[in-house]
């Protein structure tokens, strides 16, 4: 099983709260990753670090940020939470590959699900 | 567009029997390609990776194919068990970044009945 964490596992919050997704791997990989994924749905990218103090927003517009101060935490933020943010947030890692091959593995996290009411 | 596109979008079938999957990709320039098994609620785990040059890659009950000209792939399941129901994911990844992006289909959900 992959060294990659995600709390909490589930999370129902009131509209305007500022949560925290916390992410974190063991395995001392560069690249970090964060999905968003509804139900039935493909994972869509929301944000991506190459490492430490690199982030860079993903494909699909979101209103949270994230952070990467150390190289095994990846946190994600979200200022003020809507009942559109419901959804499953999942988190990944792996190791940066050699040039023209990116063969190397993706792990996952258990994802958190969040319920904005 | 980078696309990929899986199906049956849904199957069920009976314990002990076998099924095979689908994923067309568009994706290019290509580097591997993935099949995930994601159980409900928890995220997806690594069933097999495959680069252009690989045709088949085994992992114990499961078998991929690539066929990196028609850009198809298959994930074929033997002697299903009830612990095979779950979402198996095709994921398709280029080479045109250092990020490797990733390319997700919607996923084949699989459902193994007694």
């Known amino acids: 099983e992959a060294d990659i964490y995600q709390t909490p596992r589930y999370l129902v919050i009131g509209t305007g709260k500022k949560i925290t997704l916390e992410c974190s791997q063991t395995m001392g990989h560069d690249k970090m990753y964060w999905y968003q994924q509804d139900p039935g749905m493909e994972l869509h990218l929301i944000h991506y670090?190459?490492?430490?103090?690199?982030?860079e927003k993903g494909d699909l517009s979101s209103e949270s940020t994230v952070s990467r101060i150390r190289t095994e935490h990846f946190p994600l933020t979200l200022e003020s939470a809507r009942p559109s943010h419901t959804s499953q947030y999942l988190c990944?890692?792996?190791?940066?590959?050699?040039?023209?091959?990116?063969?190397?593995?993706?792990?996952f996290g258990q994802g958190t699900r969040l319920t904005v009411v | 567009k980078n696309q990929v596109e899986q199906s049956p979008q849904s199957l069920i079938i009976l314990e002990g029997k076998n099924c095979t999957l689908q994923c067309n990709y568009t994706v290019s320039p290509f580097s591997n390609l993935r099949w995930y098994k994601q159980d409900t609620g928890r995220g997806p785990v690594s069933l097999t990776i495959?680069?252009?040059?690989?045709n088949t890659k085994s992992n114990g009950r499961y078998t991929a194919t690539l066929d990196a000209d028609t850009k198809q792939s298959s994930l074929h399941i033997t002697a299903s068990q009830l612990s095979d129901s779950a979402s198996y994911i095709c994921?398709?990844?280029?080479?045109?970044?250092?990020?490797?992006?990733?390319?997700f289909g919607r996923g084949t959900q699989l459902t193994v009945w007694p």
């Open positions: 670090s190459y490492g430490v103090n690199s982030t």
């Open positions: 495959m680069t252009f040059s690989e």
């Open positions: 994921v398709v990844s280029d080479r045109g970044s250092t990020l490797g992006r990733l390319y």
């Open positions: 990944a890692s792996s190791e940066r590959g050699r040039t023209g091959d990116q063969s190397t593995e993706a792990f």
